[in-house]
C-alpha cells in the first residue's frame, strides 16, 4: 500500500505521467521514468488500433517495422496502404 506521491505509488495506481514527472534522473527515478513510459506508449499504440484504416497508420506501422528490422511486416503495411489509396503517389 502506497502513501505519498512516489512515481512507485503513482504508477501502482495507474497514473503513469504522474510517476514518470515525479521521477528523478537517479537510476531508480531512470527506472520509473522508462516503466511509465513504456505504458503511457501502449496505451498509445492500444488507442491506434481501434482506429478506422488509414493511410497515415499503415505508413507508421509500416516505417515502424521497418527501423525494427521487420521488413515483411513493413511491406505488408506499405501494401495495405496502397490498397486504401491506389492512385497515391507516394504509396507507388
Known sequence: RCAGKTPEC???AGRYAAARSLADRSALGLYWRIKSANELARASFAK???LPPSVEGYRFLAELARAQGR???AAEAWRAARRLEPENPNLK
Open 71 to 73: 521488413h515483411a511486416e
Open 48 to 50: 491506434l488500433s481501434a
Open 10 to 12: 503513482e504508477f501502482a
